[in-house]
């Protein structure tokens, strides 16, 4: 009697981690649409578009009296999204493990996102201010919702299963963006069609994304659980704990190493994704058609390549993977700055490989920090990853945008970046992660 009560204990707490998993995939599959059409796809060129209409005669907008080439300006509103976000994601994140209230903080910070999102509709005529306002709070709470999310990751995935788990939660977010990038490009290609012009169709795609964030964010809020606070959390506040987060990472040196790595590649990733589409436009002289097909290949492309790279995990380690991935970065960002205007196969040809490393590299980073954080944790650590993620992701626009600013040329703007990957592989290259994750006290896998 006592070993089935025990047999019937482990396959309700298995199929209620396999309920999770699968909850947790679809946040995904919910915010991943913002990154594809919005902040890839649409909103760079429009925003862009927007500034250009409110500039004066020299091409210059003045954001609280500050002149700002309306080609610049997009990328700086990026920058001040994350730098939002650096102040916010330590709060929060140190506010979910004292509290155990990470399910509320996150839907709090989907929500917002989604808010802003679909207020981008009223987004038109010469508003590129309110513009920047809805990106810059869009931004920052995905950037919140996201470090709350991956804390999940260790909670919900024994060690030897995080590079599978992870990279299916990247593949569910790459299918939907591809799905929602389908409707995106009928409705712009054929906006006469359903009696639209071009910006009205690009205004419904922009709030049609933050319809879908917030509606399927139901799916994770649902199945995921709260763990429970920490025994000391009734007497830190967030201040408190942010500083005693910053002590205790200075006793992981190893960890803070994989994140500085962390932080240089992912810089020039982020940065390729958000600046793509303005790339494409403006000194390709591509089309909005193209730009979205482009896109479209990256999203299905990332899928195969997603899992592909978490079975190649599973054979080299995550380390070696995401080195190779590294060094396919850098050789395509290259290329990209031969290519030539106006032709959209060399452009579909970059964005090939863009695909096939995008998701992969992104997945086994996420899943390997998981396990440098020592357990109990989570939130506060991957508050810290998070602003690796996006959180100081501020440096690459800020460099793309002041390299156009002064060069006037986006073809010097795209090579500034190939630096990121050059330097991160070779800081990553140098972190021992088997020993890292032994000191951070977690159970070392037979292949990372």
């Known amino acids: 009697m006592g070993t089935e009560t025990v047999q019937s204990g482990v396959f309700d707490e298995g199929t209620e981690l396999r309920r999770e998993q699968r909850g947790w995939y679809f946040y995904d599959w919910a915010c991943s649409v913002y990154s594809t059409s919005v902040l890839t796809v649409f909103l760079g060129p429009y925003l862009t578009s927007v500034a250009d209409h409110a500039a004066d005669a020299a091409g210059y907008v003045h954001p ?3 002149p700002v080439r309306a080609g610049s300006f997009f990328a700086y509103s990026v920058s001040l999204s994350v730098i939002l976000s650096v102040v916010l994601m330590p709060l929060v994140g140190s506010a979910a493990d004292r509290t155990g209230r990470k399910k509320r903080l996150l839907g709090a910070a989907a929500y917002a996102g989604a808010a802003a999102t679909t207020g981008m509709f009223f987004l038109n005529g010469d508003r590129y201010l309110l513009g920047g306002l809805l990106l810059i709070v869009a931004n920052a709470a995905q950037s919140v919702a996201l470090m709350l999310y991956n804390s999940y990751l260790p909670q919900i995935a024994p060690p030897e299963e995080r590079d599978t788990i992870s990279a299916r939660g990247w593949a569910f977010g790459y299918v939907a963006g591809s799905l929602v990038l389908i409707v995106n490009l009928v409705l712009y290609s054929a906006h006469g069609s359903f009696g639209l012009s071009e910006t009205e169709a690009v205004r419904i795609c922009l709030a049609g994304a933050g319809l879908w964030w917030g509606a399927f964010t139901l799916v994770p809020l649902r199945r995921l659980r709260d763990r429970g606070g920490r025994a000391d959390g009734a007497t830190a506040p967030g201040l408190r704990q942010l500083a005693a987060t910053a002590r205790d990472m200075r006793r992981h040196p190893l960890t803070l190493s994989f994140l500085l790595a962390y932080l240089v590649y992912n810089d020039g990733i982020q940065t390729v994704i958000s600046q793509a589409s303005v790339y494409g436009s403006e000194e390709l002289g591509l089309g909005q058609s193209t730009l979205i097909g482009a896109v479209l290949m990256v999203q299905v492309l990332a899928v195969a390549g997603a899992l592909t790279m978490g079975r190649l995990a599973r054979t080299y380690g995550a380390k070696r993977t995401i080195l190779g991935s590294l060094v396919a970065w850098t050789v395509t960002l290259a290329a990209g700055y031969f290519l030539p205007a106006g ?22 980073s996420r899943s390997l920090f998981s396990h440098l954080v020592p357990p109990g944790k989570e939130a506060e650590y991957f508050a810290a990853y998070e602003m690796s993620d996006r959180g100081m992701s501020w440096l690459g626009p800020l460099l793309f945008g002041i390299t156009y600013q002064l060069t006037g040329s986006y073809r010097s703007a795209i090579i500034s970046l190939v630096a990121f990957f050059v330097i991160g592989f070779a800081l990553l290259a140098r972190v021992p992660v088997r020993r890292a994750i032994g000191e951070a006290g977690n159970p070392v896998p037979q292949k990372i």
């Open 64 to 66: 609280l009296g500050i």
């Open 343 to 364: 032709a959209p196969v060399w452009f579909f040809a970059l964005a090939a490989g863009i695909g096939l490393v995008l998701g992969g590299s992104q997945a086994l």
